[in-house]
Nanobody
Framework: QLQLVESGGGLVQPGGSLRLSCAAS????????IGWFRQAPGKEREGVSC????????HYTESVKDRFTISRDNAKNTVYLQMNSLNAEDTAVYFC???????????????????WGQGTQVTVSS
């Protein structure tokens, strides 16, 4: 069993930055692929970025490449999403998810997480 808690969301101006954290409690954190997803009002949930258990493999959706960076600290059971150059299209509720599948690409594209957090709101507005 894994519990996930997101934090770090908030209101930011266009062009600004935020860092989201996904803290996990439970055992064997290193064995899980972790991903960040987002859902804006009226839109489907989207896989933003995912990272393998070791951190060696990552996946990003095209719209966030070169702006967002995913990382993890297995000693702290935490995954981070550094978001730079934010724009209005990034406004959404951001969720983290954990998957027992070993593929970061598969988690991000299929969205088949085994465990999900409650989400944190990110609003980009002037």
């Amino acid at each position: 069993q894994l519990q996930l808690v997101e934090s770090g969301g908030g209101l930011v101006q266009p062009g600004g930055s935020l860092r989201l954290s996904c803290a996990a409690s439970g055992v064997a954190f290193r064995s899980y692929v972790i991903g960040w997803f987002r859902q804006a009002p009226g839109k489907e949930r989207e896989g933003v970025s995912c990272i393998s258990g070791s951190g060696a493999n990552t996946h990003y959706t095209e719209s966030v490449k070169d702006r967002f960076t995913i990382s993890r600290d297995n000693a702290k059971n935490t995954v981070y999403l550094q978001m730079n150059s934010l724009n209005a299209e990034d406004t959404a509720v951001y969720f983290c998810a954990a998957s027992e599948s070993p593929s970061a690409f598969r988690l991000c594209t299929k969205g088949l997480g085994n465990y999900w957090g409650q989400g944190t709101q990110v609003t980009v507005s002037s």
